[in-house]
């Protein structure tokens, strides 16, 4: 085995990665980009808090770096200054040890390569240190500062639920639980949680799902018992809802009109013996869908194509059951994806409202008489939601709300149903079914 890369590397790593998360990159790219550069479990496991810590809270540490700087680094030295951030996120949330986060820090500035910067990251850290608790008072009185949040989103989350903001805004701050979800076709969930008690993984069933087992810390997934055998996948409890509202029963007709990554896909197939049609428009994404497929021993006819657009790929067959997994802000998985408040804006969701207009006003021909559709998001907000539902139902004769929620749900117009991130231990998600007359 290689030796670990030292603590320095990994950080100067993370910082060139922040970086680059800021400016527009994914941090799931970013990541998977540097990730197999590290040979050592724990290595990538730093790589990995660094970067999630430093996206999530970096609306703070951003602006207390430049409360502790007289000239700015941010524009001519951006990886050096994602560093400084790092820096205080070691010290302030990943509560690693002062000195040596501190001495990590100067010697990752060295190791990008900056050592003009080294005495000034040794002389802000101590300064944070010494000044932590007045700074921080001063950056308490901004809600973007003290939410780590965009202005934007906060206030648009106020608008759509003023009872429930606080709560919002400090989930998203906290680290998402891992999910999975057990391959009924090839194990149980008993046999899989024998499994992980066997080599040490703490792990328990969630009450409210069948499969869904919940682990007490997160871990590389592929590296437990049952994983390469396709007895589990990952999936957070609010989405392992979309395959049981869609009820889809043996030999039926359905589409996952957007399909890709496959995992709702999989999950459809592994309750019924359904006629799959995996669709998604975007190709490069099919190879992952492909290899969920083979891993749990599943099949579907998958193929690229827009949603929007069913003349082009439809062959006039309707289909008995539909999931419409709509693009969306993904404003209810910041907890789990927080570089979406870096690059989530407040124009971007009238364009994806009339985006889920046209993939509901597409889809709804292809559905048979008496079938259900099942629109989800992973949105917290109301337009592309409940109102979207709302129009779509006043403008769609044959088409109404069924009354079905998951257990626990907040009841929404039309028979829909939302939860908040962290609500259940799950993600924030929202659920319409709708049916189609006869």
Same mark, same amino acid.
């Not at 430093?54 to 430049?66: K, P, Q």
């Not at 999950?267 to 049609?277: G, K, Q, T």
């Given at each position: ?9 990994? /950080? ?8 680059? =998360? ?31 810590? $430093?996206? /999530? ?9 430049? #409360? ?7 524009? #001519? ?22 000195? *040596? ?6 010697? %990752? ?11 000034? *990251? ?18 308490? #009185? ?27 805004? *400090? ?20 046999? &899989? ?20 087992? =919940? ?61 799959? =049609? ?6 490069? /994404?099919?190879? #992952? ?40 802000? %993904?404003? $209810? ?17 009238? %364009? ?14 292809? &559905? ?35 009354? &079905? ?19 259940? $231990? ?10 189609? $007359?006869?």
């Amino acid at each position: 085995m290689n030796a670990p890369v030292q603590g320095a590397e990994v /950080r100067a790593l993370a910082a060139r990665s922040l970086a680059r =998360v800021v400016a527009g990159e994914s941090l799931r790219s970013a990541f998977a980009a540097v990730a197999p550069r590290l040979q050592d479990a724990r290595d990538r496991a730093l790589l990995s808090n660094l970067l999630h810590e $430093g996206a /999530r809270w970096w609306l703070r540490y951003d602006a207390a770096v430049d #409360r502790l700087l007289e000239r700015p680094l941010r524009e #001519r030295e951006a990886q050096a200054h994602a560093l400084l951030v790092l820096g205080l996120v070691q010290l302030d949330i990943l509560s690693l040890p002062e000195y *040596a986060a501190v001495a990590a820090t100067v010697d %990752a500035m060295r190791a990008l390569h900056r050592p003009k910067f080294a005495g000034l *990251a040794n002389a802000l850290l101590r300064r944070w240190l010494r000044e932590r608790e007045a700074i921080a008072a001063q950056l308490d #009185r901004d809600e973007v500062t003290r939410t780590a949040h965009p202005r934007w989103l906060i206030g648009a989350l106020r608008r759509d639920y003023p009872q429930d903001i606080e709560a919002v805004l *400090a989930a998203n701050n906290h680290v998402a639980p891992l999910w999975l979800r057990a391959n009924r076709r090839r194990t149980t969930r008993a046999a &899989l949680l024998e499994k992980f008690a066997a080599v040490g993984i703490a792990a328990e069933a969630a009450a409210q799902l069948d499969d869904a087992i =919940v682990l007490a810390e997160s871990t590389d997934v592929t590296r437990l018992p049952g994983y390469a055998e396709g007895e589990f996948s990952v999936q957070d409890g609010a989405a392992q809802w979309a395959a049981t509202l869609l009820d889809a029963r043996d030999g039926q007709r359905v589409l996952d009109a957007c399909a890709a990554p496959g995992g709702k896909s999989v999950h459809i197939l592994e309750l019924a013996n359904a006629r799959l =049609v995996a669709l998604d428009a975007d190709a490069q /994404r099919l190879p #992952r869908l492909n290899e969920n497929l083979a891993r749990l021993g599943l099949a579907a006819e998958v193929r690229v194509g827009d949603a929007a657009e069913p003349a082009a790929w439809w062959d006039g067959k309707p289909f008995d059951r539909i999931l419409l997994d709509a693009p969306c802000s %993904a404003t $209810g998985i910041i907890r789990r994806q927080p570089d979406i408040r870096l690059h989530r804006r407040a124009g971007d969701i009238p %364009a994806l409202a009339t985006t889920q207009t046209g993939l509901l006003t597409a889809l709804w021909p292809l &559905l048979a008489r008496g079938g259900r559709l099942v629109y989800a998001t992973c949105s917290l907000l109301v337009d592309e939601n409940t109102r979207q539902i709302a129009r779509f139902l006043a403008a769609t004769p044959d088409a109404h709300g069924l009354d &079905l929620a998951p257990t626990g749900w907040r009841r929404c117009a039309a028979g829909g149903a939302q939860n908040l991130p962290g609500e259940h $231990g799950m993600d924030g998600f929202y659920y319409a079914v709708l049916e189609k $007359g006869n």
